[in-house]
């Protein structure tokens, strides 16, 4: 044990190391008042924000063309990657919860090309073009009616282009075409 009571064992080759648990401080014991529901509060703080969930959702749609734009203009770097990376996959996150949950299956087809593709510089830039206009466009069009019809299409044929190239660039790697073609454990939004 040292001074902050944190364990190390030592092993011939490794040491293990278990800190301190001190998230016990932030368990409260003490019953909650009555009439206090957190997941109630919560709710109530998510709805007071929701009108800011349209521009919060405008705002990343922009910093995904932004980062499509940098791909254009610098091509496929590690840094221009990532941030198209890391926009599309904020968006399949946060779509949802934003209210735009027909975006989230466009999203997860722009994360899933840049993750599977064994060499980013040869996505083809109309492929990335299609993902951003897409998310974009299913944003912009999500008052209609029938956007959310639409917007299950568009990602349906998305993911099924996007399906094909990455089992033809990865036809020497079944491991990853294995992945490419198993289900999602999370719900597909098709």
């Not at 011939?12 to 014991?29: F, G, Q, Y």
């Not at 779509?95 to 997860?108: E, L, V, Y």
């Not at 299609?130 to 349906?156: F, G």
Request: charged letters at 30%; a negative charge.
């Amino acid at each position: 044990m040292t001074k902050d009571d944190t364990l190390i064992q030592t092993f011939a080759d490794h040491e293990v190391i278990t800190p301190v648990n001190t998230l016990h401080k932030a368990i409260s014991t003490e019953p909650a008042p009555d009439g206090d529901d957190p997941v109630a509060r919560a709710e109530e703080a998510l709805g007071k924000l929701s009108s800011e969930f349209g521009a919060w959702m405008n705002a990343e749609c922009e910093r995904l063309a932004e980062a499509r734009a940098a791909v254009k203009r610098l091509g496929f770097t590690r840094r221009t990657t990532d941030a198209l990376f890391n926009a599309a996959h904020d968006i399949k996150g946060e779509a949802d919860t934003f209210g735009f949950p027909a975006i989230t299956g466009a999203a997860r087809s722009l994360c899933r090309l840049i993750e599977y593709s064994p060499e980013t510089t040869r996505i083809p830039l109309a492929l990335v073009d299609q993902h951003v206009d897409a998310i974009r466009a299913i944003y912009r069009e999500y008052a209609r009616s029938d956007a959310i019809d639409l917007a299950e299409k568009l990602t349906r044929r998305l993911r099924d282009v996007t399906d094909a190239f990455l089992l033809d660039i990865n036809k020497d790697r079944p491991e990853i075409v294995a992945l490419v073609m198993s289900p999602p454990l999370a719900p597909d939004n098709r």
